[in-house]
């Protein structure tokens, strides 16, 4: 039995002898594709594959073993080899597959300047750099996963993206000693982020459907103006004008979303149309009540006389003083319904009558701005009402209750609920306009919903749903095919004044005005980054940081070492345009705030002086800036 065939049939027991042979140890992209895996196993497979494509993968794994030397494999003559041979430049040779491996690493350290301006402090680009590295990492060992299946553990990924950030951080910091850099400037300026305020914020952002961008919701000065210059950079315009897009639609949902739970009415017409006759009806209904609570007494003086013979004499003296005008002429059509023939009437509920038609021509003559018809009516009216009261108790009574009951109605129609009345007979009624228009105000929005919300609480909901549905629509289709701002544009025009709010806050229920209110510190925070930048000079010199972050500083930590100039050529070629391309990719990923605010607590909860700090502030950026490519 030969050699090969004792040794992979295991005939002898004994140890084998793993000889470190240059030319047997794998090939430099073999390496570099094995080190993506940290799992030793999966490392084998790889490199069995490689070695042997023509076996199946039972009979490659048995000619693979890890050894106290490193991995080694069974080849063809029987004699078992090491896949990573040693010696000075088969070291070098690793390495610098192993820097290949890590490539996600290195570039991450490019994007990690990201977070380094959040910082915005003396740590900068080491904070940046530490935690872009983290990024890499994790990028790593995901496509480890998914392309080799390689085992994840939680601990493992966060020990492993915590050294890559320190390497990285190395490297930036061009000798620093990381530990002691990052415990005078790290927590301090992590610590500027509100973990209230963030957290309250996201929630709302997601209950409400929209997404934030981490620079909106930390509100970090650095994070909102680099936000800007990304959307007036060539390569990053486009992924920030679509992601614009994108969200102008999240704001028609979200906004939707809260109007459907303030009213079922689903058009402003409908829900106007419902406000006008619950208007209509709060009138009615007040002009019942006065009815029902004078009545009686109108009805038990109905019958009773009075003598009005001296104020028709009075009468007469005033149509012939006014004999031949249209004044006479009114005066004269009185005195005749007073009158059954050249008899005066004599029952109250018969001059009452008459009465009702002397106040509808007082009205008219007030309308009309008839001063002189409008003063000789109501002295007359005036005369007819004290005698009917002297001749019957219970008219007096039954008169003065009607004019009690018709303030309330008076009231009304000299407010909005009145001018809402009027307003129901055009064709398309507004009344937004008038009961948050320029018209209105806080205190009259309260007595209006006060009055509607007693005749019926769902229409006075479907007029308030209609002015905010009205107002979306309008600026909705006013900005058709642009990426404005849509959000922070109609949270603007609907409570953009305090007076604006105030409104609101007296049209709604506590709990609908909260939700509203949550729903505007979201559309508050979409425009935040929508300003630019003002000063040309700041521009400039956030142009040029930029520059400088699209080289990977990282060079600087691996130039000691010989590695491939193909390698070194790839990190060069991180510029600015792929850089800022990426850069917004990260900026306007859903799920980078929500991953990081977990790590940032983790961090802010962790001394300096622990070990755990620098494995969570790897992890902490880590999540944020997921795979840069």
């Not at 007030?366 to 002295?379: I, N, P, Q, S, V």
């Not at 008038?434 to 007693?454: E, H, N, T």
């Not at 002086?609 to 999540?623: D, I, M, P, S, T």
Request: hydrophobic share 35%; glycine share 8%; no cysteine.
């Amino acid at each position: 039995m030969g050699k090969y065939s004792q040794s992979l049939l295991g005939v002898k027991p004994q140890k084998p002898q793993v000889q470190s042979v240059p030319e047997k140890g794998a090939d430099f992209m073999d390496l570099a594709e094995a080190y993506r895996a940290d799992d030793p196993n999966t490392r084998m497979r790889i490199l069995a594959e490689n070695r042997f494509p023509y076996l199946t993968e039972e009979e490659r794994l048995q000619r693979y073993k890890q050894t106290d030397e490193g991995i080694a494999y069974l080849d063809d003559d029987g004699k078992w080899y090491l896949s990573e041979p040693n010696g000075f430049w088969q070291g070098a040779k690793q390495f610098g597959a192993s820097t290949l491996a890590h490539g996600e690493s290195l570039l991450g350290g490019a994007g990690g300047a990201f977070l380094g301006t959040m910082a915005a402090g003396p740590v900068g680009g080491l904070l940046g750099a530490a935690l872009g590295g983290a990024s890499g990492e994790s990028s790593r060992k995901i496509h480890a996963n998914l392309a080799y299946n390689e085992p994840q553990t939680p601990l493992g990924n966060v020990k492993s993206m915590a050294i890559e950030g320190g390497l990285a951080a190395a490297g930036e910091g061009a000798g620093q000693l990381v530990g002691k850099a990052l415990s005078r400037h790290a927590v301090k300026d992590i610590k500027r982020i509100d973990d209230a305020a963030t957290s309250q914020l996201a929630r709302k952002a997601n209950e409400a459907g929209i997404t934030l961008t981490p620079a909106e919701i930390t509100n970090l000065r650095s994070l909102i103006n680099r936000q800007a210059l990304l959307r007036d950079m060539p390569d990053s315009a486009d992924i920030i004008e679509d992601f614009l897009k994108v969200r102008n639609d999240q704001v028609q949902r979200g906004v939707y979303r809260y109007l459907n739970k303030l009213s079922h009415e689903q058009t402003p017409h409908f829900a106007y149309k419902e406000g006008v006759r619950a208007a209509v009806g709060a009138r009615e209904a007040l002009e019942q009540a006065r009815m029902k609570a004078s009545s009686p007494y109108y009805q038990d003086a109905a019958m009773d006389e009075v003598d009005i013979s001296h104020v028709l004499e009075n009468l007469q003296g005033s149509i012939k003083k006014f004999s031949g005008t249209k004044v006479g002429k009114t005066l004269s059509q009185v005195e005749k319904a007073l009158k059954d023939g050249d008899s005066p009437k004599r029952l109250i509920g018969q001059i009452d009558a008459v009465k009702g038609d002397l106040d509808d021509l007082i009205a008219k003559a007030k309308r009309d701005g008839r001063k002189t018809r409008l003063r000789e009516l109501t002295a007359f009216k005036s005369e007819l009402v004290s005698a009917m009261d002297q001749a019957s108790p219970s008219y007096r009574t039954g008169r003065q209750i009607f004019e009690e009951r018709s303030l309330p109605i008076n009231q009304l129609d000299r407010s909005l609920v009145g001018d809402m009345i009027r307003e129901g007979n055009q064709a398309a009624p507004d009344l937004g306009k008038i009961l948050f228009g320029r018209r209105s105000s806080p205190s009259a929005v309260k007595q209006s919903r006060q009055i509607i919300i007693a005749h019926d609480p769902k229409a006075w909901d479907a007029v308030v749903r209609g002015h905010i549905q009205n107002t979306l629509e309008e600026m909705a289709d006013s900005s058709v095919g642009e990426a404005i701002n849509l959000g922070g544009a109609f949270r603007k025009r609907l409570m953009g004044t305090a007076s604006k709010q105030r409104m609101l806050k007296n049209a709604l229920s506590k709990n609908q005005y909260q939700a509203l209110m949550d729903l505007s510190d979201v559309l508050e925070a979409t425009g935040r980054a929508m300003k630019g930048q003002s000063m040309t000079a700041q521009r400039t010199e956030m142009i040029k940081e930029l520059k400088r972050e699209a080289t990977p500083a990282l060079s600087n930590a691996i130039s000691p070492h010989r590695i491939p100039s193909k390698v070194t050529d790839w990190y060069q070629d991180v510029k600015l345009g792929k850089y800022s391309e990426d850069l917004a990719r990260i900026m306007t990923d859903p799920q980078g705030m929500a991953k990081l605010r977990t790590q940032v607590k983790l961090l802010k909860d962790i001394s300096p002086r622990e070990k755990q700090f620098y494995n969570a502030l790897g992890a902490a950026v880590g999540v944020l800036m997921g795979n840069v490519e």
